[in-house]
């Protein structure tokens, strides 16, 4: 009779012991990144066409489309409400036209102003606005 009860006595111990492990998995959960948000930047004369108004804030793919007969680059600035820039400006290269450049970047929470530099551009209308959260 004493090594029936022995193992009856171990079983408790067994099952509180699978039971803290299970937890331990339970509790750890994977944490998958998300994959970052894309944004396609259209350039013809005489402005841009974004394939979407806001992002999430974060890492962001975007591609810059030169639709137009001209070469087009893009910047890209935080603005405040009142429309004052603020913080770095970031840059895509120079895109001849018929061609697509892409860049990985990070945008911060807040509203973004789009626009290409060359000489005009700005003035005749190549800009946008992009709100990032």
Known sequence: ????????????????????????????????????????????????????????????????QNRGEDAHDLYLQ????DGRPYGRTLRVAVTPSGRLTTADLSLARGRWRLWCSLPGHRMAGMQAFLRVG
């Open 78 to 81: 935080r603005v405040r409400r």
């Open 1 to 64: 009779m004493t090594l029936l009860r022995r193992p009856l006595l171990l079983l408790p111990a067994v099952l509180a012991a699978t039971l803290v492990a299970l937890l331990a998995v339970l509790a750890v959960r994977p944490t998958w990144a998300a994959p970052p948000n894309r944004l396609l930047v259209g350039a013809l004369e005489w402005r841009l066409e974004l394939s979407r108004q806001s992002v999430r804030p974060g890492p962001l793919v975007l591609q810059l």
